[in-house]
């Protein structure tokens, strides 16, 4: 990492870098792995340099659509129905494919029950695919990594999801509005979870039977949920079910994310939701079958341009929610950023630390050719008309997300 940094200074005393300069810390930005510590430092060591070339207005478009058309030649997964493996050699990464593999119009990425030394996703297969039959939905049925109580946030698997639904966008070409996450038991608790770090890539959750990770004083009683949860949902929508008499889920949880989604709902307005209980289903599917709960949200595509985002991060690698931009997330700090009411106004709230967060400017939201205004906890710290750069493009349009690809951000002081 020295070395990269010694060059970088080096290159950066050299002058203003050529467009084949460019071209290649493109490739070099696309070939580290953002999932990793060094991946992640070398990312931003090639932003930090790419941050000085300046783009004009007409040549904007262009490199963001060079950088989109960059991301199309990733990796794809195997069109056929069956079973398979991420890692072919060591039989590592398994997963299903299921649903309409033909001409699909959606993806469901179906994550299966389980817990420690328990769980696979030939479960979630059987329990969904009747489901997803009169559906025009491709589905995936990926299995956990790692065998524990909190599989699907433990041992990569959690990058691992993400990378799979980038594989299968690319290989069926499919509407990124329209991704869905569902799943039942730990599988809830991955779609509860998961779903929210992750909310600005789906249209919907269905947790089942799950609940995201409670916070118990030493009686057991339910005091709140885990960070980097409720507050990440706002602009998502979200289906829960459960059985009042669920013997390895408490109630209680999901009742207590219900209260406190209802609580962010009259504080910061968003929160599309629907808290199912019902009695005498134990622990088995909802009424109607996962049919009735997948009926819930197949209408639903995504929202790419909320007013307001409200983003708690819990992930190093999850630098973008929406229109912000985080190069090194501060984890558990609350951020709540609004559009207006004045015109061309942003208004940014926040009572940890943000330092090296960032505005992308949302040209459905501002307008980017006139004067902008940022106000941190009601301090003006930016006014102007920012100016496109190569660094952003990049880093949102590597993403391989029109929607949310930007090549304009104000950066807070």
């Not at 420690?116 to 990926?142: I, R, T, V």
């Not at 390895?248 to 629907?274: C, Q, S, Y």
Request: with cysteine; net charge negative; hydrophobic share 40%.
């Amino acid at each position: 990492m020295l070395a990269l940094a010694g060059m970088l200074l080096t290159l950066l005393a050299q002058g203003p870098l050529s467009a084949s300069e460019q071209k290649a810390r493109i490739e070099a930005y696309f070939a580290a792995d953002a999932k990793t510590e060094a991946g992640q430092k070398e990312r931003r060591a090639i932003l930090r340099e790419l941050a000085a070339v300046e783009l004009t207005p007409a040549s904007a478009p262009k490199e963001l659509a060079a950088i989109l058309k960059r991301w199309e030649k990733g990796r794809e997964l195997e069109k056929k129905p069956g079973r398979n493996h991420w890692w072919e050699e060591e039989k590592k990464g398994f997963y299903i494919v299921g649903g309409e593999t033909k001409k699909p119009k959606a993806l469901a990425l179906c994550l299966h029950g389980g817990g420690k030394d328990a769980g696979d996703a030939s479960s979630a297969f059987g329990a969904y695919e009747p489901a997803l039959s009169g559906l025009d939905w491709l589905a995936l049925y990926p299995e956990v990594l790692a065998k524990t109580a909190h599989g699907w946030t433990d041992a990569g698997t959690e990058e691992w999801l993400i990378e799979l639904i980038d594989c299968a966008r690319r290989t069926w070409k499919l509407d990124p509005d329209r991704v869905y996450l569902c799943g039942h038991s730990m599988g809830g608790y991955g779609s509860w979870t998961v779903g929210a770090h992750h909310a600005d890539q789906f249209a919907a959750l269905a947790p089942s039977a799950g609940a995201p990770t409670p916070l118990i004083d030493r009686e057991e009683n339910v005091l709140g949920i885990l960070e980097g949860v409720i507050p990440n949902l706002r602009n998502v929508a979200l289906r829960v079910y459960q059985s009042s008499d669920d013997p390895r889920v408490p109630v209680a949880v999901n009742r207590m994310a219900a209260k406190l989604l209802g609580e962010a709902k009259a504080k910061w307005g968003g929160f599309d939701f629907e808290y199912w209980e019902v009695e005498g289903r134990g622990h088995g599917a909802p009424p109607g079958g996962f049919e009735a709960h997948l009926a819930k949200i197949a209408a639903i595509e995504r929202t790419t341009h909320p007013d307001t985002v409200v983003w708690q991060p819990t992930l190093s690698w999850k630098q973008q929610s929406y229109w912000l931009f985080w190069d090194e997330p501060v984890k558990n700090s609350l951020v709540v950023a609004r559009v207006g009411p004045e015109k061309n106004t942003i208004r940014i709230t926040s009572e940890g630390d943000v330092r090296g967060l960032s505005v992308l400017v949302d040209p459905e939201l501002v307008d980017p050719k006139k004067e902008l205004f940022v106000y941190l906890n009601e301090v003006e710290a930016y006014r102007g008309i920012p100016v496109p750069d190569l660094a952003t493009t990049l880093a949102t349009g590597a993403r391989g997300d029109p929607e949310l690809a930007y090549t304009t951000r104000i950066r807070l002081k």
